[in-house]
Every structure is written in structure tokens, then in C-alpha cells.
């Protein structure tokens, strides 16, 4: 009767600890969905960019996707970034201090561009496990678009160039004029 108590005890022992056990299986490397389309260049008459966004519904995470493409296009055009790391570190107590250590760090990017004829030519929607919309978009912008756009920011540059260099030669000349009335 002992050894028929003991058995049952060890089953129940063993059942329990199987059952906690979660699931079984190697845990590793979850690889990431992309579709087959993305960061490809497949037109020669186009600059593709790609933007993905997650969201709550379907139709913000579209928005939200597409603007990202948007940024990525407007970013190869001209892009101002100002970024700042900053280092802190602490020691505090007497006989056993703890050290206290925190960096961050702050990218900011802004980017200025205006584009025409911008077709999305690929999108793609998925459900995640947590109900949440995952969009995947392509933006094909027109070469000639960028090349417009870029030249402009160059012209842009130069006139202001030239203004600053034509008001430079201004003052010389009323310092030099001032210099005679003196």
C-alpha cells in the first residue's frame, strides 16, 4: 500500500512538473515579415521608397506608411539633421557605492521636398498576432521630379549665394564712400 502511495505521488509529481513545463522547442531568431517587393529598384524611371507603419486600424496604418515613404523620398533630396550625445555618470554611497550611468542620445531629421505624378504602386496589409494592422507601401516618384527638385535647392542655394555676395560688395563700397566724407 506504501509503494502504490509513493507511485502515485511520483505520477502526480511528474505531471505536474510536465504540465508548467511550457511549450517545448528551441527558442531562437524570429525572422521578421517583409513582402517579396520591398527595397527593390525595378524602374528605371522611378525612385521607389518604402514606408511600413502599425497601428490600430487599417486605414492610420496606410496613412502612417505612406507618409513614411513620403519622408524617405523627401530625405533624398535634402535632409537637415542635428543630432547630441550626452554621457552621465554617478557614484553614490560610502562603503559599498553603486555606480549610476546613462547616456542618451537625440537624432533629429528634417527634410523639405515637393514632388508631382507620386503613384503608390505596391501596398500590402497584414494582421499581426495582437490584432494590430501592419502596412507595407511603395511610392514610386518620377526621376524627373527629383532631379526638378533637387535643382531648385541648388538654384536656391546659388541665388542666395550671389545675393549674400552682391550685399558683401555693398558695404564695401558704403565704407569705402563713408572713408571720402570723413
Given at each position: ?13 511528474v505531471?505536474?512538473?510536465t504540465a ?15 513582402p ?23 486605414n ?5 506608411a ?10 533624398y ?48 496589409t ?24 533637387l ?32
Amino acid at each position: 500500500m506504501k509503494t502504490l502511495k509513493i507511485i502515485t505521488l511520483l505520477l502526480i509529481v511528474v505531471f505536474v512538473i510536465t504540465a508548467c513545463g511550457g511549450k517545448g522547442g528551441p527558442k531562437g531568431v524570429k525572422k521578421l515579415y517583409y513582402p517579396d517587393w520591398w527595397q527593390k529598384q525595378d524602374n528605371a524611371e522611378y525612385v521607389q521608397t518604402y514606408g511600413m507603419a502599425t497601428k490600430v486600424s487599417q486605414n492610420s496604418s496606410y496613412d502612417a506608411a505612406y507618409a513614411n515613404a513620403m519622408l524617405q523620398a523627401a530625405q533624398y533630396v535634402e535632409t537637415y539633421v542635428k543630432g547630441m550625445v550626452k554621457n552621465y555618470e554617478e557614484e553614490a554611497g560610502v562603503n559599498d557605492p553603486q555606480v549610476l550611468a546613462l547616456t542618451s542620445k537625440v537624432v533629429k531629421a528634417v527634410a523639405n521636398a515637393k514632388f508631382t505624378n507620386v503613384m503608390v504602386t505596391k501596398q500590402e496589409t497584414i494582421v499581426n498576432d495582437d490584432n494590430r494592422y501592419q502596412t507595407f507601401v511603395r511610392v514610386s516618384v518620377p526621376k524627373e521630379s527629383v532631379n526638378k527638385n533637387l535643382m531648385n535647392k541648388i538654384k536656391n542655394e546659388e541665388a542666395l549665394y550671389n545675393q549674400f555676395k552682391a550685399s558683401q560688395a555693398f558695404d564695401e563700397l558704403d565704407k569705402e564712400v563713408e572713408k571720402y566724407d570723413e
